[in-house]
C-alpha cells in the first residue's frame, strides 16, 4: 500500500508540475496585482479541485465525464472565461502602454479568489482526469471512496505548494517584471497563452 501511494504521488506531482491553464491564470493575476492576489488565486483554483474531486468521490463527475452534452456546455464555458482573461490581459498591455500605474498597485478588478475558482471549476478535464486515472492509483486495502478522497487532498496540497512556490519566485524578481516593457511582454505572453488555452479547451474531447 505504501508503494503504491507513493507511486501515485509521484504521479500526481508530475501531472501537477506540467503547466496549463491553472499556471496561466495564476501568473496573470501574480504579476498583475502581486504575490497576495497571486496566492488568492491559487486558493480559489484549490477550492475548485476541492469541488471535482468531492464530485469525483459521490460519482457525479463520472456522469458529466460520459456526458457529451454537459460535458461541452463545462468547456464552452471555460473557454469562454479563459478567452475573457486573454482579452482583458492583452488590453491591460495596451493601457499599461499609455499609462505608468503606481508600482504594486493592484491591476486587475475582481476578486483573484474567484478567477481561480472560476477558471478551475470551468476545465472539464479535471473531471475526466480524476475519473480516469485517480481510480487506477488509488492504493488497495482501504476503501475506494477514502483512496480517492485521500488522492484528491494530496493533489490538492501539491498544487498549493507547486504554485505557492511559483508565485514566490514571480516575487523575488518584482522588481524586474515591474519594468515597463517586461510588464507589457509578460502581459502580451500571457494573454496569448490563455487565450491558446481557451481555443484548446474549446476543441478538446471528452
Avoid: C
Avoid at 492576489?37 to 486558493?43: E, K, N, Q, S, V
Avoid at 492583452?90 to 499599461?96: E, V
Amino acid at each position: 500500500m505504501l508503494f503504491q501511494l507513493l507511486t501515485a504521488v509521484g504521479v500526481l506531482a508530475v501531472l501537477t508540475m506540467v503547466p496549463g491553464p491553472d499556471m496561466a491564470v495564476v501568473t496573470r493575476r501574480a504579476i498583475a496585482s502581486g504575490w497576495r492576489d497571486g496566492l488568492r488565486t491559487i486558493g480559489g483554483i484549490t477550492a475548485g479541485l476541492l469541488i471535482w474531486g468531492a464530485l469525483t468521490v459521490v460519482g457525479l463527475a463520472a456522469v458529466l465525464a460520459a456526458s457529451t452534452t454537459a460535458y461541452t456546455v463545462v468547456k464552452l464555458a471555460g473557454a469562454l472565461y479563459l478567452g475573457f482573461l486573454g482579452i482583458q490581459t492583452l488590453l491591460q498591455s495596451r493601457r499599461s502602454h499609455t499609462a505608468s500605474p503606481t508600482p504594486g498597485a493592484p491591476a486587475l478588478v475582481g476578486n483573484p479568489w474567484r478567477t481561480g475558482l472560476i477558471s478551475n471549476v470551468f476545465n472539464p478535464k479535471i473531471a475526466v482526469f480524476y475519473t480516469g486515472l485517480l481510480p487506477t492509483l488509488a492504493p488497495s486495502g482501504i476503501s475506494p471512496h477514502v483512496g480517492m478522497a485521500l488522492l484528491v487532498l494530496i493533489h490538492a496540497v501539491l498544487t498549493l505548494m507547486w504554485l505557492g512556490s511559483y508565485v514566490l519566485v514571480l516575487a523575488k524578481a518584482r522588481a524586474f517584471f515591474e519594468k515597463p516593457t517586461v510588464r507589457r511582454t509578460m502581459d502580451r505572453i500571457t494573454g496569448v497563452v490563455l487565450i491558446g488555452f481557451g481555443i484548446k479547451v474549446a476543441s478538446s474531447q471528452s
